[in-house]
């Protein structure tokens, strides 16, 4: 009978153990789970931290094809044909003059745009800005024609009204594989590029384009 007691304490002891080994592997899951569901919370806010929401402004009214959606498009307020038209001016001129109609309003556009970007700061928010997500990235696409832009009256209205609200940095696009052909051509761009960084005195980029392409005809080439 003693053995039997004892084997009997022995058992208990063992179930007594297990229950603890039990409740310990218990509470290390729950730990563990916590452990996991903080770390889903952290990665879910940190994918829509990193959704960037861009907006598109396009300035060229003698575009017939804008391969984004622009926002506000200034081929919906001026009719850069139509201008032609009334002025009798050429391609460079009507570009001007549908800039300067376009300049005459562009105070309502920075309106625009501080709204989107700085609705969460104001208190006057309206339901409907209130629920569009704030904006990080505003492209502006301007003509071509680098004389009609950067030289122009509307050109400077334009670039000093979005500097003075928010941070503009200026990108020049150029293409490469005209540039490597002619070092003159190379040479035209960068007093381009010049130019425009000591008119407007503002931060500037140069953008190479086209440069796989560029590598591809020498290849076939070779």
Not at 161 to 169: C, D, H, K, Q
Not at 192 to 204: E, G, I, V
Request: glycine share 4%; proline share 4%.
């Amino acid at each position: 009978m003693s053995q039997l007691y004892k084997s009997l304490d022995i058992w208990e002891d063992g179930d007594e153990e297990e229950e603890d080994d039990n409740s310990d592997e218990n509470g290390k899951s729950e730990r563990n789970n916590d452990q996991n569901n903080k770390e889903e919370d952290e990665d879910k806010d940190e994918t829509e931290d990193k959704k960037k929401v861009g907006y598109f402004i396009n300035l060229d009214p003698a575009t017939k094809m804008v391969p984004y959606g622009a926002s506000i498009d200034i081929r919906d307020t001026v009719d850069y044909k139509e201008v032609m038209k009334q002025h009798n001016l050429g391609p460079n001129g009507a570009i001007m003059t549908s800039l300067n109609l376009f300049a005459t309003k562009f105070d309502q556009v920075i309106s625009i745009l501080e709204n989107r970007c700085f609705d969460n700061t104001t208190a006057t928010a309206t339901k409907e800005t209130s629920a569009k997500s704030p904006i990080d990235t505003i492209l502006v696409d301007t003509p071509g024609q680098i004389e009609a832009f950067t030289w122009s009256a509307s050109g400077t209205i334009i670039t000093e009204g979005l500097a003075t609200s928010f941070p503009t940095v200026l990108a020049y696009i150029i293409d490469t594989p005209r540039c490597a052909a002619s070092p003159h051509t190379f040479m035209s761009n960068m007093l381009y590029a010049c130019s425009m960084l000591y008119r407007t005195k503002l931060p500037l980029i140069i953008i190479l384009i086209r440069l796989m392409l560029y590598h591809v005809h020498l290849l076939l080439i070779g």
